[in-house]
């Protein structure tokens, strides 16, 4: 009994501690209508100043929280509703979640820069011991945590409801431009909205930093934070009352799964359901919930979609494309470069290649935002090289099947989910299965699972050129049947469900079995690439499906064009090329790439100073395509006008 | 319903300054607009006399609320201006324009339907010159029904109740130019008549209206001045009573 008291109380603590982080969440989306997935870093950015601030530099606890809560983190809010987010407004649906997205790879890459992980930082309680209560010990830092919770919740109610300013904030929601008409300023409340959503992050990331007993991770406390998304979906991302309900319940659903289910669990399990927890907790709210409608009900077609490759075109310059692979096959059979060959590096290209492709079809095509192709991918390495002794054209089949199945399986339960909500719980498998089940010991664990070179009775793969080759096959085919899936029958119905899923459902067609099967292709090319990637490097491992990597690859390709096969390979390209010269210029690359190329749809791709025509480009297609998109998605004004 | 609503008894006291001036007249020269590539305005002359009650009648599609978007700020014209006593509107921020004394009102219902009356009314006090105690008691001397209802979410009121309480900002917060876009719509006749009523008491006591209308309604008997848009021109300008025999005739055109 004493020990279910002890661990309610420190669940409640937990709990206290997400439910803080979640209202930071509903602030920001009710003032601004931006899901802003960077909370978790901005948390963790918040726990590592405190430490330096406090553990380092040994200032006072209470100035260190002043600076951090008080400037730092409302500060940073401003800028990054000024420089940031203004621009969004009236983009589609994507464009908020990669920049936030590419706001957290920043955020973290600065963090892994600043603050080796090498070194161990414990941040401890701000306040110290302990009391007894109903036969328990009852820490003053649990108390303190639940205590601000609870001023938190109190201050904001009173703020929303009795005062001008919170109505101000909650009318934004309704009607921005009725607020202008009363003459408040819509945009100075969204920056209030955005500096009140990052204070409450950076105080659950202080809070919850001594929670990390054996020091602060820079995963950990991201993650720790993210326990939060899952409250402020069941929040149904405005209610306040019911998110911090909510994060209390997770925080005690969480330390009972620890504390009571784990240990009856195989050991080798319990590190790695530990981890994946949070995710879990937010796939279950996203699919259980019922979700609002979202902000931007009808969504502005500013940027039109780039002309559809015709079908001889497209086999054109596929067979040019492989003419001059297999050129370059020749030229650098064999040539090392830099621990590895150049051929090798090539081969990975091509088979990111095929992610990237992949993500064409389902976020550019179809407009369902997908996070997860690197688990995918990762799924289909795993499946290559336990299948048939790891070398053999049976593991590239039951990768790609398998991964169909998955992928179909994960968009079942995910159907009437879109925009925001299908971003996150594709976030959430992905990351369960990157930091959950990639590590276990039977999968990947640390020592990474060998995948062979495929053996076909006549052919051998198994020089540098002709395995590049055939990797570049597989990416020209990938290529080829992206392109005609557009071209298709049911690429105008994913054309269609991407414009209007109302009117999609209203003609007669079916939104569900759309869905499912997208995302099975999608899945299916992945965990191609995957094998294909497998049996390029020789032996694969949790870091090569690493979950950040994952999210880097996807602004990769939205930054060049997730809407084009050129955007699919250069995105490619480029990520393997700075992955070569150093890690931290992918993320660099990634995080600040997206924050230039802003609302642009179509990526660099689509502006207008670098649409060339190529030169087999037919004349009569310039009608088909209809003029450049424009970046600022406003009319250029005086020429071409209806006779009225 | 109070039959003569209590918007501003000459001896209340008014933001300084307000009294003394004649209400703002407007000048619209060759206005155009347009939403993405599609040009909805193709080119509005347009002059609102200071003080007049103008109601620009036309049909759906006419151009007539994008007029009225284009000039308290919420889209950006391609060509042509906006002047507002003599200056011009430039590229203002629509929530200047508020506060400087334009009351727009919006198609359909101007209130936010997830905060209640009471909260819709303190949002009015943004405009400044008012505090939250005078704003209710004005609207509710005006408008009793909306005093029952002070804690009752706006989105859950009635059309017409929620079209008071829309209209209660421009009784309030004392503005010098009115622009109202189809206050009519879906409304019982003896609610609109009554919401004229209103906007006519409130003309008398200086201040510029510019209405917008699609069908010839008991707007035109408040009316001074009226006109008639068709395909994002002014087609003809005249007497409520002139205006009123042409309008059939532009729509049909």
Partial sequence: MSNFLQYTVFGIMLGAGYAIAATGLVVTYTTSGVFNFAQGAVGMIAAFCYWELVVASGLPVLAALAVILLVGAPLSGLVVERVLMRRLHGSTAERPVMVTLGLTVILTGLATIVWSPSTQRTVESMVSGQFGLFGINIQYQEVLLIGVAAVVAVALRILFHSTRLGHGLRAVTDDPQLLAMAGASPNRMSQYGWMLGLALAALSGVLLAPTQATGISIEAVTLLVVNGYAAAIVGRLRNIPVTFAAAIGIGLAENYVINYLLPHLPQNLQPDITVALPMVFLFIALVTVPSVRLRAVGRLTTARAPRVIGGRESLVAGVAFFAVAAVLGAAFNNTPFDGTTILSLGGVVMSLGIVALSLVLVIGYSGQITLCQFAFMGIGAFVMGKTAGGGSLLGLLAATVLCAVVGGLIALPTIRLRDLYLALATFAFADAVATGFFPDSHVYGSGGVSIGRIVLPGISFGGDASEFLMVTFFFVLSAWLVLAIRRSYFGRRLVALNDSPAAFATVGLNIGATKVVVFAVGAAMAGLAGALYGTVQGVVGTTDFDFFSGLMFVLFVTIWSVRTVTGAFLAALTYVVLNQVSPNWVGLFAGVGIILIGRAANGILGIEVLRVPLPWTKATSETMSGEPASLLGVGTGGESRAAG | ?253
């Fill in chain 2, 1 to 253: 319903m109070t039959d003569a609503p209590r918007s501003a008894p000459p001896e209340e006291p008014r933001p300084s300054g307000v009294t003394h001036q004649l209400p703002p007249g407007v000048i619209v020269n060759g206005l155009r607009a347009a939403y993405g590539r599609i040009e909805v305005l193709h080119g509005v002359d347009l002059e609102v006399p200071p003080g007049s009650v103008f109601c620009l009648l036309g049909p759906n599609g006419a151009g007539k609320s994008t007029l009225l978007k284009a000039m308290s700020g919420r889209l950006r014209p391609t060509a042509g201006s906006v002047l507002v006593g003599g200056g011009p509107i430039g590229r203002t921020s629509t929530e200047k324009l508020a506060r400087a004394g334009m009351c727009a009102i919006p198609e359909g219902r101007g209130v936010f339907p997830n905060l209640t009356v009471r909260e819709n009314l303190s949002i009015w006090t943004y405009r400044g010159g008012t505090s939250l105690k005078e704003v209710e008691e004005r609207t509710y001397a005006a408008f009793p029904r909306l005093r029952e209802r002070r804690s009752q979410l706006a989105g859950t009121l009635s059309g017409g109740e929620q079209q008071m309480l829309a209209i209660s900002r421009a009784l309030v917060t004392m503005p010098r130019l009115l622009l109202l876009d189809e206050l009519s719509m879906g409304l019982a006749p003896l609610i609109v008549d009554q919401l004229y009523d209103l906007v006519g008491t409130l003309a008398s006591d200086g201040m510029t209206v510019l209405l917008v209308e699609q069908f010839v309604t008991t707007a035109l008997d408040v009316a001074s001045h009226a006109a008639i848009m068709v395909h994002g021109r002014i087609d003809r300008v005249g007497t409520p009573r002139q205006m009123a025999d042409a309008a059939f005739g532009a729509y049909l055109s």
